[in-house]
């Protein structure tokens, strides 16, 4: 993705969170996030955008944007939306190339801010969905390329490869193919079609949903060994 399309969908989730962040009651708990309540998903995308926020501020010397935790009578969306729309004010204001700090050691700009919000946000925008029962696919290209952000986060996280050797075939039904295998070394991925423990074939969006445990909205059909899947959960957990 561009980072302008990634600025775009980044607009897109801030809308829809603030969406769900009012069709439900802030003590609902979060099926997809068992140990929330939707007010402390709507506490942890806020302040995963400020946090994002005060970095780029730093890196062009700006002043920073005021922060106040989520408190227990603020309205959830009143409350998010403005630090959200800091974000995205700060990375127009910018572009993908400019150097800042990331956790990413050879990603360090606001590109890669740009990629970790668009698919943080979208991730946990269909978890806010689900305290209310009703989610919705992620964009493709979103999910496409929070597939592809895993192998550049897993690295960064330092935990004990998996290792099992297994390995997992992904073919989505918009043309996208990963096959991933777990050695000892760490996680490696390619684009292409390669024979696998297991082959999981759905919409980019439902295979994203899937890797990140996550139930998926449309049917992912699983042929092969159930647990090249079970490694793969081992390896990598997003909350």
Known sequence: MEYDERLT??????????Y???AVHRTARVPTCPDWTLADLAAHVGQFAA???HVLCEASWSKKTPYAPLGADDDMADWFEPLANHLLDALRATTADAPCWTWIPDEQNAGCVARRAA???SFHRYDAQSAGGATTQLDPAVAADSIDEIFVMIPAWGNPPEGSGLSLHLHGLEGGEWTITLPPEG???VHEHVPADIKLTGTASDLALL???RPTIGPVDRAGEAAALDAWYREFLFD
């Open 20 to 22: 769900a962040f009012r």
């Open 187 to 189: 996680p490696q991925v």
């Open 119 to 121: 698919n943080e946000l």
């Open 51 to 53: 946090l994002w926020t």
């Open 9 to 18: 969908a980044i607009d897109d989730e801030v809308r829809r969170l603030g």
């Open 211 to 213: 890797l990140f445990q």
